[in-house]
């Protein structure tokens, strides 16, 4: 897996009472019982951790935590 | 306007208590906070680390809380500590009532909690972030983390209580507030269950920092075990405390129907104002004695035959006093009394409900505990205050005050099961 999913799998452990050993890539966030709220709360942390802009639609309750890295991948090269 | 017609017209309403849970800085659990309580040896307080560097340091704090892993992790990030403490109290309960949430009707279970600030630690700290990270910056947690309502709202979520929910405030007397509105559920036939309560964790710089400012406070920083000293000649202030409690209400023919064990009954509960001053007594405790015959009206016992008052007893100068004068006064020498707060602070919103669990435990083990801290009572109170040690004499009628900021007074009346 990508160094941006280990970190956001850090993020989710730290953060977001998760055990980091739960998390696999496949399960959504809405399998995790992390609703809108708080993924509002996930995309505040991600700034700081990865500095890019995650808004309201860039990740949602059905996504996958892969899904997830691979958006903030993308952003993150956007911003090379 | 008609003096004659009394609510003692109406036939007396016991609610059985049936579950008890509590968190307080003498203990997580109703009875490691008992054991503590009863033994009446010293303030549960020390140093808060958050009140570090503000003139009003020290307070009692629940220390193991987070160790204890009373709430869920995935449920904890997101839950102000002033839920958290209730969540975990409400589940105690429960399991101590037997009651099954999973095959209940959860449309007739009631939730009544009291809590006088709310999220305040939530507040602070996403006030911070909003003046040196910006607006956008701030948790999207924030309101259901902070308003008052929330804690309620979150022992529905985790156990389907679907009946009417809410939270009283009337600042100290709140958690009092909350069991007598509960009792009035299960009395007006609205709800057949009622998990009641209160909670509070506001132990932040800001709002003890304004409590200080106020002068409420005990200043005995060099010794906050003998901090909190109600009824003593040399109190001077009360210590501020968190913690919860959870009560399990239900009438008492449901209760004995089931087989439950029945901690104590609820009988009786009267409220009023002291239509005064918004943080002073009034110093004759007027206005607390109406909340206190209304509260024996209601459950049909005369003055004379109370035998123990759970004292609200903060350990400030004035409340201390007012209340001696009131209990002397509509209730005579006869009733053996005890403040709690000597062991526990004062705990605010959550007070009157820990006090509520803490008589039903004094009238459940036929033990009064004694007042910590009272080493010479002042002169001027003229009640007979239980000091040092404990009196095994199986009260059967007790009084629970509980007197609000804002001149809002709660009076409960319980009895032996």
């Given at each position: ?80 | ?10 036939r007396p309403s016991h609610a059985a208590v049936t579950g008890i849970g509590m ?7 109703a009875e ?57 109290a409400a589940k105690e309960a429960l399991d101590d009532s037997g009651l099954d949430p999973a095959t209940w009707d959860g449309a007739r279970v009631g939730v009544v ?42 022992v529905a979520?985790e156990c389907g209580a679907r009946g009417p929910n ?13 069991v007598?509105v509960a009792r009035d559920l299960l009395r007006s036939g609205a709800c057949d269950v009622v998990i009641t309560g ?47 409690a959870v009560l399990v209400l239900e009438r008492e023919a449901d209760a004995r129907a089931r087989g439950a064990r029945v901690h104590a009954l609820v009988s ?88 509520a669990a803490?008589t039903s435990m004094?009238l459940e083990h ?48 319980l009895t032996r099961a």
């Amino acid at each position: 897996m990508s160094d941006v999913y280990e970190r956001l799998v850090a993020l989710l452990a730290e953060g977001f009472g998760l055990e980091a050993g739960e998390i696999e890539p496949e399960l959504t966030f809405s399998e995790l019982e992390m609703d809108s709220l708080a993924l509002v709360e996930l995309g505040l942390t991600a700034q700081q951790e990865f500095g890019v802009t995650l808004a309201d639609e860039d990740i949602q309750s059905g996504d996958t935590i892969a899904q997830a890295a691979k958006t903030i991948e993308a952003k993150t090269a956007g911003l090379g | 306007m008609t003096s004659d017609r009394r609510p003692s017209d109406r036939r007396p309403s016991h609610a059985a208590v049936t579950g008890i849970g509590m968190v307080t800085a003498a203990g997580i659990g109703a009875e490691a906070a008992w054991r503590t309580v009863r033994a009446g040896g010293a303030t549960a307080a020390g140093p808060v680390p958050a009140l570090a560097g503000t003139p009003a340091d020290f307070g009692c704090a629940v220390t193991d809380f987070a160790r204890a892993g009373l709430v869920e992790r995935r449920k904890a990030w997101r839950l102000d500590r002033s839920s958290q403490f209730a969540l975990a109290a409400a589940k105690e309960a429960l399991d101590d009532s037997g009651l099954d949430p999973a095959t209940w009707d959860g449309a007739r279970v009631g939730v009544v909690l009291g809590s006088g600030i709310g999220g305040a630690a939530t507040w602070e700290k996403q006030h911070r972030v909003l003046l040196d990270q910006g607006a956008q910056k701030v948790s999207s947690l924030l309101i259901p983390m902070l308003a008052v309502n929330m804690a309620a709202g979150y022992v529905a979520m985790e156990c389907g209580a679907r009946g009417p929910n809410l939270v009283t405030a009337t600042a100290c007397a709140s958690g009092a507030t909350a069991v007598g509105v509960a009792r009035d559920l299960l009395r007006s036939g609205a709800c057949d269950v009622v998990i009641t309560g209160g909670t509070e964790a506001c132990l932040v710089p800001s709002i003890i920092s304004g409590f200080s400012q106020m002068g409420a406070l005990s200043t005995r920083r060099g010794e906050p075990h003998a901090a909190s000293r109600p009824f003593d000649r040399d109190r001077d202030g009360f210590v501020p405390a968190e913690g919860a409690a959870v009560l399990v209400l239900e009438r008492e023919a449901d209760a004995r129907a089931r087989g439950a064990r029945v901690h104590a009954l609820v009988s009786g509960y009267g409220a009023s104002a002291d239509a005064h001053n918004a943080t002073a007594p009034d110093p004759e405790g007027a206005g607390a004695e109406l909340a206190l015959r209304a509260a024996l009206a209601d459950a049909g016992i005369g003055p004379g035959d109370v035998d123990h008052v759970n004292a609200h007893g903060t350990s400030t100068p004035l409340n201390d006093l007012a209340e001696a004068k009131l209990i002397s006064r509509a209730l005579g020498d006869r009733p053996a009394v005890t403040s709690v707060k000597g062991v526990l602070g004062h705990a605010l919103g959550a007070a009157g409900a820990i006090e509520a669990a803490v008589t039903s435990m004094t009238l459940e083990h036929g033990f009064v505990p004694p007042t910590a801290n009272l080493d010479s009572q002042d002169a001027r109170i003229e009640i007979d205050v239980v000091s040092k040690v404990g009196r095994d004499t199986r009260p059967e009628v007790a009084i629970s005050n509980s007197f609000g900021f804002g001149g809002q007074n709660a009076v409960l009346v319980l009895t032996r099961a």
